[in-house]
């Protein structure tokens, strides 16, 4: 299977779906969440699919999405969203819901050769388009101790970040990085607690650098506040507690850092309806069946 969606009743639950509305999955994947909103939406409803990975491009292919009218497939960015949708014709102020679920799919996760999991020996890639941008090799043959250490802690959570990174530059004094066992190599000569635990965080933190998904995020969505319609939804599925942070603090404030605006005289404006104070999370059954979804934290907020 591509992918198993991550909360789905619960997701559509916080679109509340208008069979002739507009809607974004902003994160397409294995279709697993757009065929469900597809499925609810009539003839008049459209959908608008974003996925980078050009991998996730032919899941459209099956049903409900081939030939379906109101479904487009859009192999771009989220990040340039506002962009790609008012080129489709779609108007700013226009949508009822958009729906992100972040991150990565089980299918680049479990395909060797993308490089995302220390599970395999590949090249050291992690791109989710591999069109674009630095690669993961690039990153750990370019940054400085400096950088690498704020990648590390940042979006690792790394303990021994600046250890890590002293022992990655040591590495290139021999060489460079290529593979994946290049990394889980240094890794090993430094590690600290549970093996899997602590390459995971450094894989994770990699990923998150090379794709850039914090500024992805924060540019998705400001997008995404200007193409909702008043009363318009927007729901997002995070699973770091960085972007789950981005996402709160923007619902309440409309920046990523929770800066509280005041007008001119004083008065704090408030973009959103929040409907979830606290993020609803996934059943014990859910994670039992699907322990990918474990960290996952969902966030609606309302346009006002
Ligand atoms: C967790 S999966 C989504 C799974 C999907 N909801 C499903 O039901 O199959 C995340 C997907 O979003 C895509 N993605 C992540 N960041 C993206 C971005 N900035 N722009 C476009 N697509 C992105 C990934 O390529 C991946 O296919």
Redesign the pocket.
């Given at each position: 299977m591509?992918?198993a969606?991550?909360l789905?009743t619960e997701s559509l639950e916080a679109l509340q779906l208008r069979p002739d509305g507009v809607y974004v999955?902003?994160?397409?994947?294995?279709?697993?969440?757009?065929a469900a909103i597809l499925e609810r939406l009539g003839d008049k409803g459209c959908l608008y699919a974003?996925?980078?990975?050009e991998d996730?491009r032919a899941n459209t292919m099956n049903k409900p999405f081939a030939g379906h009218a109101g479904f487009h497939f859009v192999p771009?960015?989220?990040?340039f969203l506002k962009r790609q949708l008012r080129a489709l014709g779609v108007r700013t102020g226009s949508v009822d819901g958009i729906l992100a679920?972040?991150?990565?799919?089980s299918?680049?996760l479990d395909t060797p050769e993308r490089g995302f999991s220390y599970r395999f020996d590949a090249a050291l890639d992690m791109r989710?388009d591999p069109s674009a941008g630095q690669s993961a090799a690039d990153v750990l043959n370019e940054y400085t101790a400096d950088e690498l250490q704020r990648v590390f802690s940042e979006f690792g959570e790394v303990r021994n970040a600046r250890t890590l990174a002293q022992a990655c530059l040591q590495f290139r004094e021999k060489g460079r990085f290529r593979t994946t066992s290049d990394l889980t190599g240094v890794c090993d000569t430094v590690m600290m607690g549970e093996r899997w635990r602590y390459l995971s965080q450094v894989f994770q933190a990699l990923r998150m650098e090379v794709?850039d998904?914090t500024g992805?995020l924060e540019d998705?969505l400001r997008d995404a506040l200007e193409m909702l319609a008043p009363g318009g939804r927007i729901v997002v599925i995070a699973y770091h507690s960085i972007e789950d942070r981005i996402v709160k603090n923007f619902l309440k404030t409309g920046n990523a850092e929770g800066k509280v605006v005041q007008d001119f005289y004083g008065k704090i404006e408030r973009l959103f309806d929040i409907i979830t104070k606290k993020p609803i999370e996934p059943s014990e059954a859910e994670t039992k069946e699907n322990p990918r979804a474990r960290s996952a934290k969902l966030r609606i907020g309302i346009k006002k």
């Amino acid at each position: 299977m591509y992918h198993a969606p991550a909360l789905l009743t619960e997701s559509l639950e916080a679109l509340q779906l208008r069979p002739d509305g507009v809607y974004v999955d902003a994160t397409f994947g294995g279709g697993g969440h757009a065929a469900a909103i597809l499925e609810r939406l009539g003839d008049k409803g459209c959908l608008y699919a974003f996925d980078q990975d050009e991998d996730a491009r032919a899941n459209t292919m099956n049903k409900p999405f081939a030939g379906h009218a109101g479904f487009h497939f859009v192999p771009a960015n989220f990040r340039f969203l506002k962009r790609q949708l008012r080129a489709l014709g779609v108007r700013t102020g226009s949508v009822d819901g958009i729906l992100a679920d972040l991150g990565v799919s089980s299918h680049q996760l479990d395909t060797p050769e993308r490089g995302f999991s220390y599970r395999f020996d590949a090249a050291l890639d992690m791109r989710m388009d591999p069109s674009a941008g630095q690669s993961a090799a690039d990153v750990l043959n370019e940054y400085t101790a400096d950088e690498l250490q704020r990648v590390f802690s940042e979006f690792g959570e790394v303990r021994n970040a600046r250890t890590l990174a002293q022992a990655c530059l040591q590495f290139r004094e021999k060489g460079r990085f290529r593979t994946t066992s290049d990394l889980t190599g240094v890794c090993d000569t430094v590690m600290m607690g549970e093996r899997w635990r602590y390459l995971s965080q450094v894989f994770q933190a990699l990923r998150m650098e090379v794709n850039d998904e914090t500024g992805a995020l924060e540019d998705f969505l400001r997008d995404a506040l200007e193409m909702l319609a008043p009363g318009g939804r927007i729901v997002v599925i995070a699973y770091h507690s960085i972007e789950d942070r981005i996402v709160k603090n923007f619902l309440k404030t409309g920046n990523a850092e929770g800066k509280v605006v005041q007008d001119f005289y004083g008065k704090i404006e408030r973009l959103f309806d929040i409907i979830t104070k606290k993020p609803i999370e996934p059943s014990e059954a859910e994670t039992k069946e699907n322990p990918r979804a474990r960290s996952a934290k969902l966030r609606i907020g309302i346009k006002k």
